[in-house]
């Protein structure tokens, strides 16, 4: 099974700065179609999960352009170019196309 | 707009069963799989099962295989879980979740849309 470790476990960031969640894969991320297929989800407290980012840097309907997504092989990034206080919440890194499914240990976004 | 809906959950012994819902509108339920995820307690999320369009395809996680089963009736647009001999450890929050458009017989892009979840309690 793939391992997702995502780094930091924890993140306090001062409102209007940048903030950056870094996800490694235990094995390369490319697909036989030669695509990476990563994606990112962000999880408040008593909602639903909601998907900001797929297919690497894809953002996904809604999702403020302050969010942008890089990476290719085993390494990821999600970037926020200016933290505001509806960012907070738990972030997930999650590939698409390796069996079973499985999720990056999640980092937690707090204000500062 | 899309709405997935779970119930289902509540409180069981070690090693009885509970079978959760999960009804979907808003969009054609039978064009797309569908996926449970859960949170246990503190921890973070954790896929559980699968199953494609038309049912003929399921995947599951290790730590359910065997226990849990995944199925759908795309004639009144839900999937379930049913859960048999229950551990303490599958106590978490557990949500249906559509796949995403495109890919066969999932889509690489995961799910898209999630349900606000149902609590699963396993204790003696």
């Known amino acids: 099974d793939v391992v997702m470790t995502q780094s930091p476990p924890s993140l306090s960031v001062t409102l209007g700065q940048p903030a950056s969640i870094s996800c490694r894969s235990s094995q390369s991320l490319v697909y036989s179609d030669g695509n990476t297929y990563l994606n990112w989800y962000r999880h408040k407290p008593g909602e639903s999960p909601w998907r900001l980012i797929h297919?690497?840097?894809h953002r996904d309907s809604g999702v403020p352009d302050r969010f942008s997504g890089s990476g290719s092989g085993t390494d990821f990034t999600l970037r926020i170019s200016r933290v505001e206080a509806e960012d907070v919440g738990v972030y997930y890194c999650m590939p698409g196309t390796h069996w079973p499914l499985t999720f990056g240990g999640g980092t937690k976004v707090e204000i500062k | 707009q899309i709405q997935l809906v779970e119930s289902g959950g509540g409180v069981v012994q070690p090693g009885r069963s509970l079978r959760l819902s999960c009804a979907a509108s808003g969009y054609t339920f039978n064009d797309y799989g569908m996926h449970w995820v859960r949170q246990a307690p503190g921890k973070g999320l954790q896929w559980v099962a699968v199953?494609?369009?038309?049912?003929?395809?399921?995947y599951y996680a290790d730590t359910v295989r065997g226990r849990f089963t995944v199925s759908r009736d795309n004639s009144k647009n839900t999937v379930y879980l049913q859960m048999n001999s229950l551990r303490v450890e599958d106590t978490a929050l557990y949500y249906c979740a559509k796949d995403s458009p495109l890919g066969a017989p999932f889509s690489p892009h995961g799910m898209d849309v999630w349900g606000r979840g149902t609590t699963v309690t396993v204790s003696s």
């Open positions: 297919q690497v840097s």
């Open positions: 199953i494609s369009k038309d049912g003929d395809y399921k």
